[in-house]
């Protein structure tokens, strides 16, 4: 089970920018503790600290704005990875500004990807329904097709890149990949878990080994160097802060990721702040994922050298690449601002989550305080109703989209 306000920062006072001092004290309290005692909040009569909360996010915590934020996102949501929280923070981006997604065409995101999970079927589905899309967010792989299955790229292990040239050549030249990863080993025991894989038929059949490569259709070290290659080569050309290339968003960092990312697709703070998404099933085995934590620690010998070489390695690659990206842009900006600035992004997503998002319940929970949308809180509401996985299907349903791609 994953949640994105797991871990408190140590936080100091924020620096105001750009006339922000004139934002109420209170309001950008929520930006700087998650100390309940030193915000204005009330759980009896909660609606002076929501409207304070929104007032801290449309200050934008008093972190640097952009008025032109990039709208070609290749989102690859991988699994076990927190990718569904993180999906939402894309898609709900995606449809305020207006962009296309792959539904814009196939009538769904989910049928596009259906259709064009292959590099030859992508070709041909956009070349014979004159595809047009700024922005995917879903899946590729779906549940029953990303571990243990077989490869369809025209080059084994070249599907990544494969695709990618795609996107390039038909949809966006500028186009920001996007991959969230995690630790190999807890990568690994969520799977299990979430899939009720055994551990000794993952450990004594290896077309389980290396869960999260196989999610990328990468089958060799050789298969992650020609990506490292690639998205090395397009940072040193266009720049380690240009939005184009590859996007790591690291579990383990996410803040760090976040923050690094808002900065390359020129989006703001508030738009890194996002509700927890939860698989129930997630939910359901959460008592099992944590006993098969500690046995993969302390009894149970995963051969880790062996069954999670590859994923090892891309780690490694992922984790260097962000870190790389975070140095260049720390020397740009500022390291201080840059501290600053995940620290602020803990605490108002820790306050969003835990104060927020409760009283914006389902709209069939009849213990609600707020079942739907109120115009008095819009960036709340955005982030709270229907802050589930079939609520984000529904409204992404119901979103109708542009008829041309952005510029």
């Given at each position: 089970m994953v949640f994105f306000f797991d871990v408190l920062f140590a936080l100091g006072f924020l620096s105001l920018v750009g006339g922000i001092a004139a934002v109420d004290e209170a309001a950008l309290a929520f930006c700087r503790t998650t100390d309940v005692e030193k915000l204005t909040w009330d759980p009896k009569n909660p609606i002076e600290g929501l409207r304070l909360m929104e007032a801290a996010l449309e200050a934008n915590c008093g972190t640097k704005e952009y008025s032109s934020p990039h709208a070609h996102v290749f989102y690859i949501k991988t699994h076990k990875t927190g990718s569904s929280t993180l999906m939402r923070l894309f898609a709900l981006k995606g449809m305020s500004m207006n962009v296309a997604f792959g539904k814009s065409t196939m009538n769904s995101d989910k049928r596009f990807w259906r259709d064009a999970i292959c590099p030859h079927k992508l070709r041909d589905v956009v070349v014979a329904n004159d595809v047009c899309i700024d922005m995917?967010?879903?899946?590729?792989?779906?549940?029953?097709?990303?571990?243990?299955?077989?490869?369809?790229?025209?080059?084994?292990?070249?599907?990544?890149?494969?695709?990618?040239?795609?996107?390039?050549?038909?949809?966006?030249?500028?186009?920001?990949?996007?991959?969230?990863t995690r630790e190999?080993?807890?990568?690994?025991?969520?799977?299990?878990?979430?899939?009720?894989?055994?551990?000794?038929?993952?450990?004594?059949?290896?077309?389980?080994?290396?869960?999260?490569?196989?999610?990328?259709?990468?089958?060799?070290?050789?298969?992650?160097?020609?990506?490292?290659?690639?998205?090395?080569?397009?940072?040193?050309?266009?720049?380690?802060?240009?939005?184009?290339?590859?996007?790591?968003?690291?579990?383990?960092?996410?803040?760090?990721?976040?923050?690094?990312?808002?900065?390359?697709?020129?989006?703001?703070?508030?738009?890194?702040?996002?509700?927890?998404?939860?698989?129930?099933?997630?939910?359901?085995?959460?008592?099992?994922?944590?006993?098969?934590?500690?046995?993969?620690?302390?009894?149970?010998?995963?051969?880790?050298?062996?069954?999670?070489?590859?994923?090892?390695?891309?780690?490694?690659?992922?984790?260097?690449f962000m870190q790389d990206g975070w140095g260049h842009l720390g020397r740009s900006l500022g390291t201080s601002v840059l501290q600053d600035e995940v620290a602020s992004l803990a605490c108002i997503t820790e306050n969003v989550n835990m104060l927020a998002a409760p009283l914006f319940a389902s709209f069939h929970s009849r213990s609600a305080y707020?079942?739907?949308?109120?115009?008095?809180?819009?960036?709340?509401?955005?982030?709270c109703v229907n802050a589930t996985e079939r609520g984000l299907d529904r409204q992404m349903e119901m979103y109708e989209g542009p008829t041309h791609c952005a510029a």
């Open positions: 995917s967010v879903r899946h590729v792989f779906n549940h029953q097709r990303w571990w243990g299955a077989e490869d369809c790229s025209d080059f084994e292990g070249h599907w990544l890149l494969e695709v990618y040239g795609i996107w390039k050549e038909f949809f966006a030249t500028d186009v920001a990949v996007i991959i969230p190999p080993m807890s990568h690994l025991v969520s799977a299990l878990a979430f899939y009720e894989i055994d551990r000794m038929v993952y450990v004594q059949d290896s077309k389980w080994w290396n869960p999260l490569s196989q999610d990328l259709r990468l089958f060799s070290h050789e298969d992650i160097d020609n990506v490292r290659e690639v998205f090395m080569q397009v940072s040193e050309h266009k720049g380690y802060d240009a939005p184009e290339g590859l996007h790591v968003v690291e579990l383990e960092k996410i803040y760090e990721s976040l923050v690094l990312l808002r900065h390359r697709l020129r989006w703001n703070l508030r738009d890194m702040v996002t509700i927890s998404v939860v698989h129930f099933k997630d939910q359901a085995r959460a008592r099992s994922s944590a006993d098969l934590r500690g046995a993969s620690r302390d009894t149970f010998d995963f051969r880790e050298d062996e069954t999670l070489a590859l994923d090892r390695h891309l780690y490694g690659f992922f984790s260097s707020f079942p739907a949308p109120r115009e008095d809180l819009p960036l709340l509401s955005a982030l």
